[in-house]
């Protein structure tokens, strides 16, 4: 297929649902293709999960978002739109509590050795051993797919608790592909050997960055970057429209001719060549005007969503402890995870004599937690992060509450079968591009959504590349050997799927 003509680009209109990093990349781009677009986002703010919440002055994500990747066009892209001098390098450091006792991830040797015991260690090399002589013959669980990576002693005591209270589910029964898609060619042979060679080796190229050690961060959040992004494509001429939520999706063998959408009240029609959508798979379904076949239907109804609660403390203590964040491995607590925005970058945080926490909830939209007032939020995030030890209740002197829906996309043993079928109809189509993390049901990392967007930019200027194929790449997406970290920023592959012929 050869690429339109600039007559071609001219008559495109894209209608684009979302303002996340998906659907505000694919807009940037446009814009650089002369390609009118129209964004519609429901929310009043733009970011999506990758947002940044101002709380009277103190800054906050929804979960740390760290700016790495190993694709070239999205690094280059973040460089455009912020410049260097808008981003701080940050060290990560990051720990997991664990039976009342802190212990350094990625793995410190000496650090788990004395946290675990001798023999408890010992037991867990003797565990991993005989998952090695003996592994689980046919992986379908989360459970099975880190029993044979790393023995079932370590899977209980450092994967069960978190993974099931991040998902609410157990972890028997989330499917092996998030465990493949999120940690895909670790081991704990590489990372043992990560933890004694980063420490021994004097050969950067024996030295695997197997959890990166720093990272790239804006200097007021992620949400600076997307919030950037808005104002630019409205200067070159898109049009954003918040607190525009789709309420239909009109289509027909032709494909999809246009969108419904409700702003305040109003009802607006609006029309377009080309649909991209980083809204929930789910949801779209759902939309479709006439309804799609059962089969359709019921695929989407499979579909579930995690959903997530950020509690942020005011804490009247200019510091508290160095890590970026913790992990608690705790059932004691609902807390899964605590993030010290001073330390992503000073510039959260506006009085430095104070520190800016936020503790994260995971949760499904509707049940208790998600339903407490955020006053009682706040109390139970002061209590927990006292009886965890980090925080004197006494200096907590404030704190906001933000809920995200369909923060994750779940990956238990339907949901594969269900996307399969609801992406072969979408294809059909023609028209209608998914893309990001809830656009596509599939747990895309910042980068990873980016690159949909980018992908989908390019097949609607005539391109044909197959965007499911990003981020099933071989290698764990934090892996990069030392050696290697030029010629990964400087190519785009194994992150770019090659064009279909």
């Known amino acids: 297929m050869t690429p339109p003509t600039i007559r071609d680009k001219k008559r495109k209109q894209v209608v684009i649902i979302g303002a996340g990093p998906a659907g505000l990349t694919a807009a940037y781009e446009l814009c650089k293709e002369n390609v009118e677009s129209v964004v519609l986002e429901k929310d009043s703010v733009v970011g999506g999960i990758s947002r940044t919440v101002n709380y009277k002055g103190y800054l906050f994500d929804i979960g740390g978002h760290r700016f790495f990747t190993k694709v070239r066009a999205v690094d280059e892209m973040w460089r455009e739109v912020l410049g260097e001098e808008k981003f701080l390098k940050r060290s990560r450091l990051s720990r997991i509590y664990y039976n009342k006792k802190f212990f350094y991830y990625p793995l410190r040797a000496a650090n788990a050795l004395f946290g675990l015991g001798i023999l408890n260690s010992v037991m867990m090399v003797a565990s991993y051993v005989k998952a090695q002589l003996f592994p689980i013959k046919r992986e379908v669980s989360f459970e099975d797919w880190i029993t044979n990576r790393f023995g079932r002693r370590l899977f209980n005591t450092f994967f069960k608790t978190y993974t099931e209270k991040v998902w609410g589910i157990p972890c028997d029964q989330i499917s092996a592909d998030w465990a493949a898609q999120r940690i895909k060619g670790l081991s704990l042979i590489e990372t043992v050997k990560n933890a004694l ?92 005007v006439p309804a799609p076949s059962p089969k359709v239907l019921e695929a989407a109804e499979k579909l579930a969503y995690r959903d997530f609660l950020t509690v942020s403390l005011i804490v009247n203590k200019p510091n508290l402890f160095e890590d970026n964040w913790i992990y608690i491995h705790d059932s004691a607590v609902k807390v899964g995870r605590i993030q010290n925005f001073k330390n992503w ?83 059909d189509l023609g028209n209608l591009y998914l893309v990001g993390r809830n656009g596509m049901h599939k747990y895309n990392n910042q980068d990873h959504s980016m690159l949909t967007a980018m992908l989908s930019v390019k097949n609607i200027l005539g391109a044909k590349y197959d965007v499911w194929e990003v981020n099933v790449d071989n290698e764990y997406h934090e892996e990069v050997r030392e050696a290697d970290d030029a010629s990964v920023l400087a190519s785009t592959q194994p992150m770019v799927p090659r064009q279909i012929s």
């Open 197 to 288: 060679l980063s420490q021994t080796s004097t050969d950067k190229n024996d030295v695997i960055k197997t959890l990166i050690d720093s990272f790239d961060y804006p200097e007021k959040g992620p949400g600076q970057m997307w919030e950037t992004v808005a104002d630019l494509i409205q200067k070159r001429g898109s049009r954003l429209r918040m607190e525009s939520g789709v309420e239909r999706i009109h289509w027909n063998k032709d494909g999809v001719s246009a969108v419904e959408i409700d702003m305040k009240g109003e009802s607006e029609t609006i029309p377009g060549t080309d649909f991209i959508s980083s809204m929930p798979i789910q949801e779209l379904v759902r939309k479709l």
């Open 345 to 427: 970058s000073p510039g959260m945080v506006p009085d430095p004599m104070k520190t800016c926490l936020g503790l994260e909830y995971f949760c499904f939209e509707g049940d208790g937690l998600w339903n407490t007032s955020d006053a009682d939020l706040i109390s139970l995030a002061t209590r927990e992060v006292a009886e965890l030890g980090l925080v004197s209740a006494n200096d907590v002197e404030d704190g906001a509450v933000v809920r995200m829906p369909k923060a994750y996309p779940v990956y238990d043993s339907v949901y594969a079968e269900a996307v399969s079928t609801i992406r072969e109809f979408v294809e």
